[in-house]
């Protein structure tokens, strides 16, 4: 897999599952444009050094673009400035998440679009500002980055919210998948299921996890980034329209 001389912008990606696939997708020669709200990493094994500071110490170009992307402003700001600079946008991830908890009737109207406005309206606003950029070549991705729970229902806590704005996620990577086909742009949405981040708190949800998944261990940041890295290739090039779990086997259970 090699993707040198391609950019990627990948939103969220200061920290977490957003930071490993700009990671993974530089191992592999691509630029990588961050855009996200914070540059600050705060998981504790990612250390103090900024994704854009990683990206540069693999070899690549890296630039980070402060972002909200649920401002449609920035998203075209993020996708813009990436075009002018690298060249061109070649790869789009919207990894870009929040969640909260709570059954609709706990849930405030506030707390409600706060949610879709980042994980639904952000793929809408960053995918908008990318198409005409990903159509100017003939391999195209969008990898929106989804939910096992865009599937199924939160076992363990309800995210009436959470699980709205994933099912979008997924519908909305199909949709798109048809409608820029002939573009030669593939889109797709990754499912991960549990994995070590900030969203997943192991203190409290470790057991469950673990006896709910069929792996002996439980994913990580990077394990999301290797698939992504993947479906960005060229030899991803007939899968579209795919949503792809990643759950250590959760769904099969
Ligand atoms: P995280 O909270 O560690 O990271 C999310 C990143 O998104 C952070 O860098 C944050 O600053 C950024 N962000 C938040 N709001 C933003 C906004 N409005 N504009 C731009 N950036 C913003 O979470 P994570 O676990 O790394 O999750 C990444 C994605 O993976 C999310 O879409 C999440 O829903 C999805 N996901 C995570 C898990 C999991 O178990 N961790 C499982 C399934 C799906």
Known sequence: MDLDNRTAVVTGAATGIGRAIALELAEKGANVVVGDVTEE????????????????????????????????????????????????????????????????????????RRVQSVNVDGIYHCSRAAAPHLRENDSGRIINIASQRGLLGGATDRKAAYCASKGAAVQLSR???????????TVNAICPGP???????????????????????????????????????????????????????????
């Open 41 to 112: 990493p705060t998981l504790e094994w990612e250390g103090d050094q900024t994704t854009v500071e990683r990206v540069r110490a693999v070899g690549p170009e890296a630039r980070f673009v402060e972002t909200d992307v649920s401002d449609s402003d920035d998203a075209t700001v993020l996708v813009d400035s990436a075009a002018s600079e690298f060249g061109g946008v070649d790869i789009l991830v919207n990894n870009a998440g929040v969640t909260t908890d709570g059954a609709v009737d706990e849930t405030s109207l506030e707390e409600w």
């Open 175 to 185: 949709q798109m998948a048809v409608d820029y086909g002939p573009d030669s742009i």
């Open 195 to 253: 994995v070590e981040s900030n969203m997943t708190d192991l203190a409290e949800e470790e057991t469950f996890i673990r006896d709910n998944i069929v792996t002996p261990y439980i994913g990580r940041p990077e394990d999301i980034g290797h698939v992504a890295a993947f479906l960005a290739s060229d030899e991803a090039r007939y899968i579209t329209g795919h949503a792809l779990v990643v759950d250590g086997g959760y769904l099969v259970t």
